[in-house]
């Protein structure tokens, strides 16, 4: 079964726009994790945040975890055309031995 | 150089066959995985292995054979291919456990 849940499915912003999508997962976990994938290539890592962080920033990416509420987000500030992709958060799932993949948002961004 | 390669990038090939998907990592990680993702973009762990050792095995038939002949390369042998095998297998790597995997390009398959 899904670990992780993200919400929107899909999303379309302009660019320059913030872009903001959130992830709920159901047990508890020692780390999240969000990854990029483009059309037609593999996933790519973005960010890492253990469960007792509950904040954290990579250039223009920012994630928040709540683990009382089982649930991260990941805004991307000042969007750019090239940020168009799927974006996928990850959990180490119920018995914290494998990475279990959420079902993705897809992210357009308009030029 | 490529960090986490698969070969062939696309599959075509009918119901029945036998098919292998090659990869290899430079990256000298300790742990590589194989991935299925379907055409709704779920992601599903299929196999994972630990220095040559299986060490995930979730329930795929039995058609799939991983095999690891040493801790570089992760090879996926399917056997009497059916439609339903139809995805884009990705290949993957990290240095332990759950710390960040690097992903391969990708292979779709399709079964024709």
């Known amino acids: 079964s899904q670990q992780g849940e993200e919400d929107p499915q899909a999303l379309s912003i302009q660019e320059g726009e913030n872009a903001t999508m959130n992830c709920s997962y159901k047990?508890?976990?020692?780390?999240l994790q969000w990854y990029r994938q483009n059309s037609g290539r593999g996933l790519v890592h973005l960010i890492l945040?253990?469960?007792?962080?509950r904040e954290k920033h990579s250039g223009r990416l920012r994630v928040t975890l709540d683990t009382s509420k089982k649930s991260s987000s990941l805004l991307i500030t000042a969007s750019r055309a090239a940020d168009t992709a799927s974006y996928f958060c990850a959990t180490d799932g119920e018995y914290g031995n494998k990475l279990v993949f959420g079902a993705g948002t897809i992210l357009r961004v308009k030029s | 150089d490529t960090a986490v390669s698969q070969t062939p990038k696309y599959l075509v090939t009918q119901m029945g066959n036998d098919k292998s998907i090659k990869c290899e990592q430079n990256l000298g990680h300790d742990t590589m995985y194989w991935y299925k993702q379907d055409s709704k973009k779920f992601l599903k762990i299929m196999f994972s292995?630990?220095?040559?050792?299986?060490?995930i095995n979730e329930t795929v038939p039995n058609r799939f054979s991983p095999k690891s002949p040493d801790k570089a390369h992760l090879n996926l042998h399917i056997n009497s291919l059916e439609l339903g095998d139809s995805a884009v297998y990705f290949c993957?790597?990290?240095?332990?456990?759950?710390?960040?995997?690097?992903f391969g390009q990708g292979t779709r398959l399709t079964v024709v």
């Open positions: 993957a790597s990290s240095p332990s456990g759950l710390s960040k995997l690097f």
């Open positions: 292995y630990n220095n040559k050792e299986l060490i």
């Open positions: 047990t508890s976990i020692n780390n």
């Open positions: 945040i253990r469960s007792n962080e």
